[in-house]
Nanobody
Framework: QVQLVESGGGLVQAGGSLRLSCTAS??????IGWFRQAPGKEREFVAA????????RYSDSVKGRFTIWRASAKNTAYLQMNSLEPEDTAVYYC????????????????WGQGTQVTVSS
């Protein structure tokens, strides 16, 4: 399994921005995704991108506010989060998908440890 390390979380006021990074130990997977889990809630899909860059998907709740992209040469995927809302508060996880599948949490094979994002009102 590929190893994933997230960084970039923190505390920000509503309306602010944060950028998350996910660095993979190898670029052997098909797709990198971001998920989040708020206290007492299930883990939910946020965004995903193929390493080729040819396919990008967003959840409806972040579309237009978040942007995902990758720097293949660095084995790193990024999530730029703008116009943050208190409802975006969660632990954000990076995940790698080995072969083409859906974007549910069970469709991804490797997971990072997560990084906390807290948005204050």
């Amino acid at each position: 399994q590929v190893q994933l390390v997230e960084s970039g979380g923190g505390l920000v006021q509503a309306g602010g921005s944060l950028r998350l990074s996910c660095t993979a130990s190898a670029r052997t997977s098909y797709r990198i995704g971001w998920f989040r889990q708020a206290p007492g809630k299930e883990r939910e899909f946020v965004a995903a991108i193929t390493w080729s860059g040819g396919s990008i998907r967003y959840s409806d709740s972040v579309k237009g506010r978040f942007t995902i992209w990758r720097a293949s040469a660095k084995n790193t995927a990024y999530l730029q989060m703008n116009s943050l809302e208190p409802e975006d508060t969660a632990v954000y996880y990076c995940a790698a998908q080995d072969t083409y599948s859906g974007v549910g949490s069970t469709d991804f094979d490797s997971w990072g440890q997560g990084t906390q994002v807290t948005v204050s009102s």
